[in-house]
């Protein structure tokens, strides 16, 4: 059964995202072994070796929970695509509607294609999808205090500052703390959109 907004393929220039095949799985998991030092230390700590947590066998499990998780509309799960290449993931997560109408967006990226502007392209275009077919009013990011990379693509697209959670995930063999940050549709009123948004910004620094 279909969701609002899923599934989807979005796309701007170099940049696609779209849903995980099961024909990924090798490409995934080269990726993900490839990045442990650069992705560990943000992710939820692992219950077993970074490897087989990563190998082909576990994204197959991986792609079930997702699809699980979109089938029932609280989740819109997306591989990073890079000129064809699978560079890393956005999900848009813990999807609630009726008076919330609310998620919550992570996303990580090959060490190799970081700095690019990649991920704050691939999060312009899910906030984009959500705030318009997706039907969505508010996304959340939830970012590590120390997380400085990942703080700046939501900080350079305009994402507000709401909250300090203290001990909100268990990450990397611990409870860490988390700065929350926020977007509504209001933040958006007379704009095109978060791309548009970006695409000014990249333009002006350029």
Same mark, same amino acid.
């Given at each position: 059964m279909s969701q609002p907004g899923w599934p989807a393929v979005l796309s701007d220039g170099?940049?696609?995202?779209?849903? !995980?095949?099961?024909?990924?799985?090798? $490409?995934?998991?080269?990726? @993900?072994?490839?990045?442990?030092?650069? /992705? #560990?230390?943000?992710?939820?700590?692992?219950?077993?070796?970074?490897?087989?947590?990563?190998?082909?066998?576990?994204?197959?499990?991986?792609?079930?929970?997702?699809?699980?998780?979109?089938?029932?509309g609280s989740a819109m799960p997306f591989a990073v695509c890079n000129d064809g290449t699978l560079v890393g993931q956005i999900t848009?997560?813990?999807?609630?509607?009726?008076?919330?109408?609310?998620? !919550?967006?992570?996303?990580?990226?090959? $060490?190799?294609?970081?700095? @690019?502007?990649?991920?704050?392209?691939? /999060? #312009?275009?899910?906030?984009?999808?959500?705030?318009?077919?997706?039907?969505?009013?508010?996304?959340?990011?939830n970012i590590r205090p120390d997380n400085l990379a990942s703080r700046r693509v939501v900080e350079k697209l305009g994402f507000r500052q709401e909250a300090y959670h203290h001990r909100y995930l268990h990450i990397d063999g611990d409870w860490r703390d988390h700065l929350g940050y926020a977007m509504t549709t209001e933040d958006l009123a007379g704009e095109s959109g978060l791309l548009a948004r970006w695409h000014k910004l990249s333009a002006a620094a350029a």
């Open positions: 170099p940049v696609m995202l779209r849903p !995980y095949r099961r024909s990924d799985a090798r $490409a995934w998991a080269e990726v @993900r072994r490839a990045n442990e030092q650069w /992705l #560990a230390k943000w992710e939820p700590t692992p219950y077993g070796t970074w490897y087989d947590l990563n190998s082909p066998a576990a994204f197959r499990a991986v792609h079930a929970d997702l699809r699980r998780a979109a089938r029932q848009l997560g813990n999807i609630v509607r009726r008076a919330f109408c609310s998620g !919550y967006a992570g996303y990580w990226i090959d $060490a190799r294609f970081a700095g @690019r502007g990649i991920i704050p392209t691939a /999060l #312009a275009l899910v906030v984009d999808h959500a705030f318009s077919v997706g039907g969505l009013h508010r996304i959340e990011v």
